[in-house]
């Protein structure tokens, strides 16, 4: 197992055994298997978060967790600690095709059973684009709709389905066959995709997959902070916490989830940590915003502080996303209102993502507040 680092390749996303150059350091992402951690492993990543990197873990919108700052001489105990947690993969590959989000609104063993199944089906699995993905979403209701995947196993009114991502209806399927279905379908994916990376896009160019979609998806809400069936939900601000405050949460196994938050599982009453959230109407989760500079050498901006200035001017039901470059990384999709960060100040962009064609180039932080509470604020 080598403890160096590859080169970036365009369209790389980063992993535990491939990890990510960045400003304060390399960044180590761990795909827990069910998007979930137990006790040991979570306070096992506080320990090594603190030991060989910065102390500071982001959570991602694929429920996989980041180890900033560690220094590529620290690999190979990173990767042996990983390994003895059961959370290294054999092989880059392998952890490539792992790519894995599980919904946090489940009981009993049917959505473990899947996603161990599925894993294991992966492991013969096609060669996909870095991006391609697959959601186990299996609970009473689908939650992850508005979440990154290819290939979803959901739940409809006469029991699973399979979807492929961009029809609107999916295939019947027992548990015992779904997961080699989703994998026949990924292998489908990956003979007829051309330069398609996405099964959206390949399905939006007039390419439909060989099944026999009949059954919607019985669609729910994404879980809020507070109090929630599965245990106390508590929201990571802009996706990141300290080592403490995982040591502090980790009192049961931790579901991760998409929107960046915590369920501490079949745990209910607790106290929120501090700097966590659990409040639903707390202005902070109306914005994204990604790590910015110095901690991102592509961002020539800070954006953090300046995303928890602004928070109050956004009005419930909106999203505003602060990014330090064009790449969009804390939320690819568009926003009611982008800032996007280009030498050293901001461009303005309405109903777009990062790249988008801005209103507005060059503005400093006084001119951005002049616009998000003037005439704009109503379209925001």
């Given at each position: 197992?080598?403890?160096?680092?590859?080169?970036?390749?365009?369209?790389?996303?980063?992993?535990?055994?491939?990890?990510?150059?960045?400003?304060?350091?390399?960044?180590?992402?761990?795909?827990?298997?069910?998007?979930?951690?137990?006790?040991?492993?979570?306070?096992?990543?506080?320990?090594?978060?603190?030991?060989?990197?910065?102390?500071?873990?982001?959570?991602?919108?694929?429920?996989?967790?980041?180890?900033?700052?560690?220094?590529?001489?620290?690999?190979?105990?990173?990767?042996?600690?990983?390994?003895?947690?059961?959370?290294?993969?054999?092989?880059?590959?392998?952890?490539?095709?792992?790519?894995?989000?599980?919904?946090?609104?489940?009981?009993?063993?049917?959505?473990?059973?899947?996603?161990?199944a599925l894993e294991s089906a992966l492991a013969d699995g096609p060669t996909l684009p870095p991006k391609f993905g697959f959601a186990v979403d299996s609970g009473a209701e689908a939650v992850l709709g508005a979440a990154s995947a290819d290939i979803r196993i959901e739940r409809s009114r006469q029991g699973l389905i399979l979807r492929a991502d961009g029809m609107a209806s999916g295939e019947s399927v027992s548990p015992a066959e779904a997961p080699e279905r989703a994998v026949a379908l990924a292998r489908w994916f990956?003979?007829?995709?051309?330069?398609?990376?996405?099964?959206?896009?390949?399905?939006?160019?007039?390419?439909?997959?060989?099944?026999?979609?009949?059954?919607?998806?019985?669609?729910?809400?994404?879980?809020?902070?507070?109090?929630?069936?599965?245990?106390?939900?508590?929201?990571?601000?802009?996706?990141?916490?300290?080592?403490?405050?995982?040591?502090?949460?980790?009192?049961?196994?931790?579901?991760?989830?998409?929107?960046?938050?915590?369920?501490?599982?079949?745990?209910?009453?607790?106290?929120?940590?501090?700097?966590?959230?659990?409040?639903?109407?707390?202005?902070?989760?109306?914005?994204?915003?990604?790590?910015?500079?110095?901690?991102?050498?592509?961002?020539?901006?800070?954006?953090?502080?300046?995303?928890?200035?602004?928070?109050?001017?956004?009005?419930?039901?909106?999203?505003?996303?602060?990014?330090?470059?064009?790449?969009?990384?804390?939320?690819?999709?568009?926003?009611?209102?982008?800032?996007?960060?280009?030498?050293?100040?901001?461009?303005?962009?309405?109903?777009?993502?990062?790249?988008?064609?801005?209103?507005?180039?060059?503005?400093?932080?006084?001119?951005?507040?002049?616009?998000?509470?003037?005439?704009?604020?109503?379209?925001?």
């Open positions: 197992m080598s403890g160096r680092v590859q080169g970036q390749i365009r369209g790389w996303c980063p992993g535990a055994l491939r990890p990510m150059p960045s400003g304060d350091g390399l960044v180590v992402r761990v795909r827990p298997q069910g998007s979930r951690l137990t006790v040991e492993q979570a306070l096992a990543l506080a320990g090594l978060a603190e030991a060989q990197g910065n102390g500071l873990i982001d959570l991602g919108t694929r429920a996989h967790v980041q180890l900033r700052g560690v220094r590529e001489e620290s690999l190979p105990q990173v990767h042996a600690a990983l390994s003895g947690l059961g959370l290294l993969d054999p092989d880059a590959g392998t952890e490539a095709r792992r790519n894995i989000l599980t919904t946090p609104c489940w009981d009993g063993p049917e959505t473990p059973a899947l996603v161990a990956a003979a007829h995709r051309g330069e398609h990376t996405r099964m959206a896009r390949l399905i939006a160019s007039g390419l439909l997959p060989p099944l026999g979609a009949a059954e919607h998806p019985l669609q729910g809400p994404p879980l809020p902070p507070g109090d929630t069936p599965f245990g106390a939900c508590f929201a990571l601000p802009f996706g990141q916490m300290t080592a403490a405050t995982l040591r502090a949460l980790a009192v049961a196994p931790l579901r991760l989830t998409p929107w960046r938050s915590v369920v501490v599982e079949g745990i209910h009453g607790l106290p929120c940590p501090p700097g966590l959230i659990a409040d639903s109407a707390d202005p902070l989760l109306r914005v994204a915003a990604c790590t910015g500079a110095p901690g991102c050498a592509s961002a020539s901006v800070e954006t953090r502080a300046l995303a928890r200035r602004l928070a109050p001017l956004v009005p419930p039901g909106c999203t505003l996303h602060v990014s330090g470059c064009a790449k969009g990384c804390a939320h690819p999709g568009p926003a009611e209102a982008t800032l996007t960060g280009r030498d050293g100040r901001f461009d303005l962009i309405l109903n777009g993502p990062a790249n988008g064609t801005p209103l507005a180039r060059g503005l400093t932080e006084d001119q951005l507040t002049e616009r998000l509470r003037g005439p704009l604020a109503p379209r925001l």
